[in-house]
């Protein structure tokens, strides 16, 4: 008898399961490729500006100076980079350029467009001047010792700009996560040059789920596609453990007769019952969480819709846990665009959907079809609604998962 449990003790079980997370250290100079997450906090090294500069080409004056209307002699000129060798006094400027350090007394910057020349070394102001005006003193943006990023950040282009302005030359992060994609199935044809014969159809999921995990940092180790073959999937799977964090299997994973992941993984995991084997959940209810040596196994359905939702909904959770990140679900709550009718079932039921901002309102609109057969929908997902009861109506607030930004629908 396969073993059956709710969604929330699924999910709490796929967290147990995570590989433990690994802590490196990574050169913030390099450039990193993919992502990764800070596994402690990290402080400026450097006041940021570390001096007080010039935020535009212009003059530096004196405070006596910034109202006056008599001509200022220029008696030195700095570029970015430069030190200033003089302080400028009353009765003088300074020109200097954008991002030069200021000279010593300077009370404000003036802009070109904002004197007139009245020799080759001499200018007069054309308006009163604040103090300060194009001035970022140091220190302004951050100060050094201050927390620049917190322990679980991002670590992509943007975040090591400003590590690398703070002066940051190694930081601890969380090892990369390594994932090997096991697609099990005689039906599946992966070179489309190829026409497909009775049954078969293109092996498909793999592409989504490969795009998921590059995006979190995890590096695929291999893609491996094998037919209906208890023997043969058993290689696939044990080939990878001890040598993979994570093992994710699809097709397999119910109860027909050539549906061999599940005896398989027991088989390889050394027991006669996998932590989970089934989930009261719809669609995706045959769903296979294990360990074996120090990799995680998760057998999900060969549906690719199914598997869609079965990876953001159980196993991501888990392989987010191992690189450090928030495996919070369901926190953003949408306004339902049409009502929702189900059948009484024990199952939580989680809708594949579309989620959008019309106006200052966070809508989801649910996909028309819900089998988990039908695949192109997936061209338009972004999110997925959890459904805890029969009846919603439109209007009515639901918890959602946001699955994809990159289309700009939540722009």
Not at 246 to 254: C, E, M, N, R
Not at 270 to 296: C, D, H, K, N, Q
Not at 320 to 347: C, E, N, W
Request: charged content about 20%.
């Amino acid at each position: 008898m396969r073993t059956i449990c709710t969604y929330d003790e699924a999910y709490a079980i796929a967290l147990s399961l995570a590989a433990p997370r690994r802590q490196t250290h990574q050169d913030v100079w390099t450039d990193g490729g993919m992502p990764s997450i800070l596994a402690d906090s990290v402080r400026s090294l450097v006041d940021l500006p570390p001096f007080h500069r010039a935020m535009m080409d212009g003059f530096a004056v004196h405070k006596d100076d910034l109202e006056s209307t008599e001509e200022l002699l220029i008696i030195d000129d700095i570029h970015a980079g430069e030190q200033p060798a003089t302080s400028v006094s009353p009765g003088t400027v300074v020109e200097i350029r954008t991002g030069a350090p200021v000279p010593p007394d300077t009370s404000a910057v003036v802009r070109k467009e904002w004197v007139e020349w009245t020799s080759e070394t001499s200018i007069r102001l054309l308006r009163q001047v604040a103090p300060g005006e194009s001035i970022q003193v140091q220190g302004e943006d951050t100060v050094a010792g201050n927390v620049l990023l917190e322990r679980g950040a991002v670590v992509d282009g943007q975040t090591r700009t400003v590590l690398r302005a703070a002066g940051i030359r190694q930081i601890p992060v969380f090892a990369p996560v390594r994932a090997a994609i096991v697609s099990t199935g005689s039906e599946l044809v992966t070179n489309t040059v190829s026409t497909l014969g009775a049954g078969q159809v293109y092996a498909a999921s793999d592409a989504f789920l490969q795009s998921s995990l590059r995006q979190l940092g995890v590096v695929v180790a291999d893609v491996t596609y094998v037919d209906d073959d208890p023997a043969r999937i058993e290689h696939a799977i044990s080939r990878y453990i001890d040598k993979v964090d994570y093992i994710l299997v699809t097709g397999g994973a119910s109860v027909g007769d050539t549906d061999y992941a599940t005896s398989v993984i027991r088989k390889i995991s050394g027991t006669s019952s996998l932590p989970i084997e089934r989930v009261w959940m719809r669609p995706g209810s045959p769903f296979l969480g294990a360990r074996a040596g120090s990799t995680t196994i998760f057998g999900m359905s060969g549906n690719p819709a199914a598997c869609f939702v079965q990876f953001h909904v159980l196993a991501l959770p888990a392989i987010r846990t191992s690189l450090g990140m928030d495996t919070s679900l369901f926190s953003d709550l949408a306004v339902l665009a049409q009502p929702i009718r189900l059948k009484p079932v024990k199952h939580v039921r989680f809708h594949r959907a579309t989620a959008s901002l019309s106006g200052s309102e966070f809508c989801v609109l649910p996909q028309a079809g819900q089998s988990s057969g039908l695949v192109t929908g997936l061209a338009s997902v972004n999110a997925i609604i959890r459904l805890d009861k029969q009846v919603y109506e439109r209007g009515e607030q639901v918890r959602v998962l946001i699955t994809n930004t990159a289309n700009g629908r939540l722009l």
